[in-house]
């Protein structure tokens, strides 16, 4: 894991040497950059492969392309040993330099062949033009941007921004789509100009820009057609041999390595995976809340997995004191914001974890692999409930599952209907309003989601197109996002077995009945692992990451003045959109006691940090 940035003029004269500063939690072992051509690749280090002689930028042996790398590349091993016999030699042990031998071998189409996660920048010295690549999941981030003379990319978008010397307008449907939906669709960011690198595909740029052009070396869409087409009844013994083999790949380090364990299913299947080749106890690690009255907590459920399989468990308990600490450093840079509560957890848990350890692995991505949000099971009743789900969407709103539910089921369109599922009920309605009057596009969001369904196979059921939908969109713009900066802000690296080309295109190609059972989903893996984990973790139903917030922000005194100074003060960015009316009623102790209000006020002091630190023009002249 490590963090690149780099820059490709129109001309010979190149910039300055690179500012590595911004990116340098991304890699704190070394920072290095060079100048090719046109470009200038920049690469911060967190050495997890060949600790020795792994420096970046790294070129091939003979000197043909040179490469700087964010990721891991889990069947190095074995694409080595294939390059090695078609002539291809190696001067290190690193998975980085068998980046450059395949590109070599196979051009881009070659990328497709590399099993893991990644961005990278590679020169071509023989044709003197950069390739960018991103996987095929967007496990690792990738940003850019072109300005009138230059092209810049960055694993962050602070650090892109601060390369590019830009404060770029808002670009405000982008920002609508965040509080409406909890991200931004398709490659648009935050920021007018900057765009994400879409996952599976890689930019092209020729030295001076003469030429910019993008090709999408794999498609999710094609992988699984091509399982579907040959997939069909499956035994619990084959689903625990795939997750086994991807759980193998993803342990390859040269550093300690550990587990975030929630006591969901997908976290203690990885952990227990990790636990039987683990040469000592496991290392996991997993969070608690302190005061947490009112709301269920899941250290019960890691605790049985971690006796069940054996590990070594570190309960690392979050209060308000860390919300108080951690939100202006999550939201507080151009990097923000970070509007869910969890991720605060998720800072804390990184931090500690980083004490012992560099590599974690997670569940990210068992959900959308095996069907397992309730969304996926309910969505099948949509035609026998959605009249009664009409009637019932006034009265209940979007308070509780039954509420989001009923709001979803009462859409007849599927693309709305799949989009109300995952649909934010913590945007301040406010400045929503504030918002379409400033010329955001509400309809930017849908049309990105009918385009995508419109491109799958006909063959594929709406449940495989839900769950491909939420690998194209929900997971590299919003859960995968999340993940890498809170881990790369203790510089440590999250690994995500369950997203793998060896095992995700073949199980979401399994067919609906083997998938969900009545109103349960993930059942493959339920059976396969009955043996290996307690009960109450096999059979507890899909549960959020929850904490006690409202209790927080209403009765623990220094975290009620961060948000107050904050929000109430004359210069609040906000005010430019809510008035300062609005902003009081978002604090009020009645406001906050609602788990709804709560997430409001956190959303806004989110927004708040966020705005103070990316310096743009907030409304339109």
């Known amino acids: 894991m490590c963090g690149i940035l780099g820059t490709i003029a129109d001309c010979d004269v190149l910039p300055s040497p690179l500012?590595?500063?911004?990116?340098q939690h991304r890699g704190p072992d070394a920072q290095h950059s060079r100048a090719l051509g046109t470009a200038v690749l920049g690469h911060t280090r967190l050495s997890i492969i060949d600790l020795s002689s792994g420096a970046q930028p790294m070129s091939d042996v003979q000197g043909l392309s040179t490469i700087v790398f964010n990721g891991e590349i889990y069947n190095y091993g074995t694409l080595r040993?294939?390059?090695?016999?078609?002539?291809?030699?190696?001067?290190?042990?690193?998975?980085?330099?068998?980046?450059?031998?395949?590109?070599?071998?196979?051009?881009?189409?070659?990328?497709?062949?590399?099993r893991g996660m990644y961005a990278f920048a590679l020169y071509d010295h023989r044709r003197r033009c950069t390739v960018l690549a991103r996987d095929p999941f967007g496990i690792k981030p990738l940003f850019w941007t072109q300005t009138a003379r230059h092209l810049h990319f960055a694993s962050e978008v602070g650090a892109l921004l601060s390369l590019a010397g830009l404060d770029p307008e808002?670009?405000?449907?982008?920002?609508?789509?965040?509080?409406?939906?909890?991200?931004?669709?398709?490659?648009h960011t935050l920021y007018q100009g900057v765009q994400r690198l879409e996952p599976g595909t890689a930019l092209l740029v020729d030295d001076r820009l003469d030429m910019v052009r993008q090709v999408r070396f794999v498609s999710l869409s094609e992988e699984i057609e091509r399982c579907r087409q040959s997939t069909g009844a499956v035994t619990p013994d084959e689903v625990e041999a795939r997750v086994a083999d991807s759980v193998a790949h993803h342990t390859i380090a040269d550093v300690p390595l550990g587990c975030f364990l929630s006591g969901g299913l997908d976290s203690?299947?990885?952990?227990?995976?990790?636990s039987v080749d683990c040469a000592g106890p496991l290392r996991a690690y997993s969070v608690g809340f302190r005061g947490a009255q009112s709301e269920v907590s899941e250290l019960p459920h890691a605790r049985a997995v971690a006796a069940a399989i054996g590990a070594e468990l570190h309960e690392v308990e979050v209060g308000p004191a860390d919300f108080a600490d951690l939100a202006p450093v999550l939201s507080g840079s151009r990097n923000g914001p970070f509007a869910d509560p969890a991720d605060v957890a998720m800072l804390k848990l990184s931090l500690a974890a980083a004490n012992d350890v560099r590599v974690v692995l997670s569940g990210e991505g068992g959900d959308e692999?095996?069907?397992?949000?309730?969304?996926?099971?309910?969505?099948?009743?949509?035609?026998?409930?959605?009249?009664?789900?009409?009637?019932?969407?006034?009265?209940?709103?979007?308070?509780?599952?039954?509420?989001?539910?009923?709001?979803?089921?009462?859409?007849?369109?599927?693309?709305?209907?799949?989009?109300?599922?995952?649909?934010?009920?913590?945007?301040?309605?406010?400045?929503?309003?504030?918002?379409?009057?400033?010329?955001?596009?509400?309809?930017?969001a849908l049309t990105w989601v009918e385009d995508r369904l419109a491109g799958y196979p006909s063959g594929w059921s709406d449940l495989q197109r839900m769950q491909v939908l939420d690998l194209d969109a929900w997971l590299p713009n919003n859960l995968l996002h999340r993940g890498d900066y809170t881990t790369m802000q203790a510089s440590i690296e999250q690994?995500?077995?369950?997203?793998?080309?060896?095992?995700?295109?073949?199980?979401?190609?399994?067919?609906?009945?083997?998938?969900?059972?009545?109103?349960?989903?993930?059942m493959p893996v339920r059976r396969a692992f009955a043996r290996r984990l307690p009960r109450q973790?096999?059979?507890?139903?899909?549960?959020?990451?929850?904490?006690?917030?409202?209790?927080?922000?209403?009765?623990?005194?220094?975290l009620r003045a961060m948000t107050h100074d904050h929000l109430l003060a004359p210069g609040a960015r906000l005010r430019q959109w809510l008035g300062a009316a609005d902003l009081e009623q978002l604090l009020s102790p009645q406001a906050l006691a609602t788990t709804g209000g709560a997430k409001l006020?956190?959303?806004?002091?989110?927004?708040?940090?966020?705005?103070?630190?990316?310096?743009?023009?907030l409304v339109p002249a």
Not at 83 to 110: K, N, R
Not at 171 to 179: A, N, Y
Not at 495 to 520: E, F, I, N, Y
Request: charge should be positive; proline fraction near 7%; include cysteine.
């Open 495 to 522: 690994r995500v077995p369950m997203l793998d080309l060896a095992l995700t295109p073949w199980a979401v190609a399994l067919p609906d009945s083997q998938k969900l059972s009545g109103l349960r989903g993930k």
């Open 268 to 274: 203690s299947v990885v952990a227990q995976r990790l």
């Open 19 to 23: 500012d590595l500063r911004p990116l």
């Open 369 to 444: 692999a095996f069907a397992g949000y309730p969304k996926y099971a309910a969505d099948r009743y949509a035609g026998l409930l959605g009249p009664a789900m009409k009637l019932a969407r006034t009265p209940l709103g979007r308070r509780g599952r039954l509420g989001i539910a009923a709001d979803a089921l009462a859409e007849s369109r599927r693309a709305v209907r799949w989009m109300r599922w995952f649909e934010n009920d913590a945007a301040p309605p406010g400045l929503v309003s504030a918002l379409l009057a400033g010329g955001a596009q509400p309809g930017r």
């Open 81 to 114: 040993r294939e390059l090695e016999g078609a002539g291809h030699h190696f001067a290190t042990q690193s998975d980085t330099e068998v980046i450059l031998a395949a590109y070599l071998e196979w051009g881009v189409p070659g990328f497709a062949r590399l």
């Open 601 to 617: 006020a956190w959303t806004a002091l989110c927004l708040e940090l966020w705005l103070g630190a990316a310096r743009p023009q």
């Open 170 to 187: 808002l670009d405000l449907t982008s920002v609508l789509e965040t509080l409406a939906h909890r991200y931004a669709f398709g490659t």
């Open 537 to 558: 973790v096999l059979e507890r139903p899909k549960s959020g990451f929850r904490l006690p917030l409202g209790e927080w922000l209403r009765g623990d005194p220094g």
